[in-house]
């Protein structure tokens, strides 16, 4: 204890200690009123939109989604017509978005020509042709694939015409789907044709010289100079036939990486798709070394792509080299048949090419029909075309993968008549003896759609 040395110092002393403890008091208080003054706010708050939320559900009768209540445009317009609204102007149909995530549209009831379904209260309208969607789970059901896919669009406006999938091990049927990236195999030599074009002025009878068969990865052939071997290709019969030396010698001697990566780039590789769906992101990687940038270029490594992506792919080719937003719903229509929005209008996400080079690369895919590898999945055996009058081109892509595990045969293309248009894609994955394949499927959901 302190010497006292006479009353006054300690006194002082005293006030000290003191006015010492009236400030640790006085800092508690101010601090719990501050805290209870912050919470007060904060409940109110909640209070008062979640009293909100409830009084505009009541209002509007929505039963709901099941995960919460989906709001749309009424009384949201602030004047303009519905018309005028695309569908990520209203903030609140994220609920609907949500509810796609764990529960992806139904297509069974048609109306109209249109597949509906009711959420909540509300009726909503797809863009899904029924003759597409129909035809499709007929011939993957029919074969009994392990796994098929065929995702279509209007290569015009982007409206999704087909979106099926099929697992015949029902417990697997999470792992296809036209939203989720798969190697691609041969549909990569789509863009590396499409640089090669553009770049480095390829035409259909450009010559390649090659030596071994047009066939497989022998790396001694592959790393050969370009201007040697026994053999030549023109570049039109590489992609109809779709010859893997050839292409990897593009890619390799004269695209080059970075030329590549930009063309996967401008055809929306590593990008988001804007999608009411959780479409995922097709993936490209083009490595340095020199023999795998070969193999990338030919459809073999590094790559990702969406059923859905491939079809906007196949799309541009017909749309005069434009890669479109895609959508999947129509209208919606309210419980008292108000329609409460309507899609409009068409969104170019991007133009990678130009209509010249889309020119070039649409007569090659009817090529890959017509002299190629597709052609005996379009001609019966007597060597009929089985499209009358359809104007039909495409790409094949065949890769072993594994997951899910087996031979990934693709086919990406399109079709036309009389101004109607089509863009598909389609996957049958085997395990490993196939019965049909993508470009068996493709010729079937064409044929339903325009006959």
Not at 204 to 231: E, L, M, R, V
Request: aromatic share 14%; with cysteine; net charge positive.
């Amino acid at each position: 204890m302190e010497r006292i040395k006479d009353w006054k110092s300690y006194q002082k002393i005293l006030n000290k200690r003191k006015n010492k403890k009236n400030k640790f008091v006085s800092f508690i208080k101010y601090t719990t009123i501050i805290v209870f003054i912050v919470l007060l706010f904060y409940g109110s708050s909640v209070l008062y939109f979640y009293g909100k939320s409830i009084f505009l559900a009541a209002n509007k009768k929505v039963q709901g989604t099941g995960i919460r209540p989906i709001v749309l445009i009424k009384d949201r317009l602030g004047g303009k017509k519905f018309s005028d609204f695309d569908i990520t102007d209203v903030k609140t149909i994220r609920s609907l978005k949500k509810h796609f995530r764990y529960d992806p549209p139904v297509f069974k009831t048609i109306l109209n020509g249109h597949y509906i379904q009711k959420i909540g209260s509300y009726t909503i309208v797809y863009t899904v042709d029924p003759a597409v969607q129909k035809e499709a789970e007929k011939v993957f059901k029919k074969y009994s694939v392990p796994f098929g896919v065929l995702a279509a669009v209007n290569p015009d406006t982007g409206a999704v015409l087909g979106f099926a999938s099929y697992s015949h091990n029902k417990s697997k049927s999470d792992e296809i789907s036209p939203l989720i990236s798969y190697p691609p195999g041969s549909l990569v030599k789509i863009i590396t044709a499409s640089a090669a074009i553009e770049s480095k002025g390829f035409y259909p009878s450009f010559n390649i010289s090659f030596n071994g068969t047009i066939y497989g990865i022998d790396k001694a052939y592959w790393k050969q100079n370009i201007g040697t071997g026994s053999n030549t290709i023109s570049f039109k019969q590489a992609f109809a036939k779709s010859c893997d030396i050839a292409f990897g010698k593009i890619a390799g001697y004269y695209v080059g990486r970075k030329l590549l990566t930009d063309y996967f780039n401008k055809f929306y590789f590593n990008k988001k798709i804007p999608f009411i769906l959780d479409l995922h992101e097709s993936k490209a990687y083009v490595p340095r070394k020199f023999y795998q940038l070969e193999l990338t270029g030919a459809g073999f490594k590094n790559v990702k792509m969406t059923p859905i992506q491939a079809a906007l792919i196949a799309g541009s080719v017909v749309n005069g080299g434009k890669i479109v937003k895609p959508y999947i719903i129509k209208e919606i229509i309210s419980s008292s048949g108000k329609v409460v929005y309507i899609h409009k209008g068409t969104k170019t996400l991007s133009a990678p090419i130009t209509t010249k080079t889309a020119y070039i690369l649409k007569r090659m895919m009817i090529a890959t029909i017509t002299k190629g590898i597709a052609h005996a999945d379009f001609y019966s055996m007597s060597g009929r075309y089985m499209l009358p009058g359809v104007i039909a081109g495409g790409k094949t892509g065949t890769i072993l993968a594994d997951n899910p595990q087996g031979l990934y045969q693709w086919f990406a293309g399109f079709g036309e008549m009389n101004g109607k248009k089509i863009a598909l894609s389609s996957l049958v994955i085997e395990n490993p003896v196939w019965q049909i394949e993508g470009g068996g499927v493709a010729e079937k959901a064409l044929f339903a759609y325009f006959f």
